[in-house]
DNA sequence: CTACACGGTCCTATATTGCAACCAACAAGC
DNA sequence: GCTTGTTGGTTGCAATATAGGACCGTGTAG
């Protein structure tokens, strides 16, 4: 599906099966642009300065992939608009992970352009991080990472963690 | 930073900005693998089936972006490993977002090869998602986002969510 | 002294991207 | 009815990145 030498949807991994649907360069800040209401291919191109074939084949892809959809614009209107489906919203928790390890590690200057906030209150959402059964916020290194039955071994038998 | 044609650094948007810095193909793969216990060069080699040259230079991205450093690897041994910094174990809301988001959407019919799961009970991790102020989870519907002040203006204006 | 593992570098072929030109369909202005 | 401009592309070409394999210097094992 994504246009590169090798591809990762192959893999078992679900990483790597996520990132060939989303892994291109542009295609998060295609899908951070139809979160914040982009619909229109003009929308995408004036705002991210892509060149208009590279667009035109991440947009495809992605409604390949199953993450946009074309849809009428509306009555009287002849175009087809490009809309997030589910699949595409709920690749929201990468979109804000992405985002709040940008405003702490790599901010700009001037500070970050987009504020992603809870709509209730417009304070700005507390950050997205890994919560026990309880609810409670974890600390990484309470997080375990391992292989499932089945799945083919890693290389690497140093050490477990 | 990253070896590609256009850059995302000088964008203001932090998406952007960690992209350039973790956006290319492989590079949450290794981030990944990391996670999961990799040290050596050998180690990422042989499980992602990466090429070495190409290996090479996502590795030198990484430690040049922070994310990864080169640690000697102990006493008596006279190579150097990558070891994760702190920037780069605050990934790891990307990598379990990305990971969720697989398992949920484009599983591999054998299931999935990496399981994520809270030390202490062994349990898979529940689904990082967004929170309010009182840590309970939202719909994504609540979820705001906006511009800050100051940003550059969106182009569409047709309609604010 | 020889062989091999490791962590690379270098070269070439192919794939992807950026850029600019071109184009068809439609709308607005005159 | 004719011209112009906008939109959403497509087509070529040049530049860049990746995959793959050959090669290499250092260190270790035998």
Redesign the interface.
Known sequence: MAM?T?S?SN???????????V???WS??II?DA??????F??FQ??LGIAKNTLTSRLNDLVEG?ILEKVPAGSGLTYEEYALTE?G????????????????????E??????????????Q?????????D?EV?A?????????N???P???TE???
Chains 1, 2 share one sequence.
């Open positions: 590169k090798k990762f893999m078992q991994c679900s990483i790597a099966r996520t990132l060939d649907h892994g291109s360069w998060l800040l951070r979160m914040m209401g982009a619909r229109r003009k929308h004036e705002n199953g699949r919203r709920e690749l929201a928790p990468v979109i804000i992970a992405l985002a709040q390890w940008g405003d702490k590690w790599v901010a700009h001037k500070g970050p352009s987009t504020v992603i906030t809870v709509k209730a209150s417009g304070e959402l507390p950050r997205i991080w890994p919560r026990d059964e609810g974890m990484l290194r309470a997080v375990g990472m391992r292989r499932a089945g799945a083919p890693k290389i690497w050490e477990e963690e």
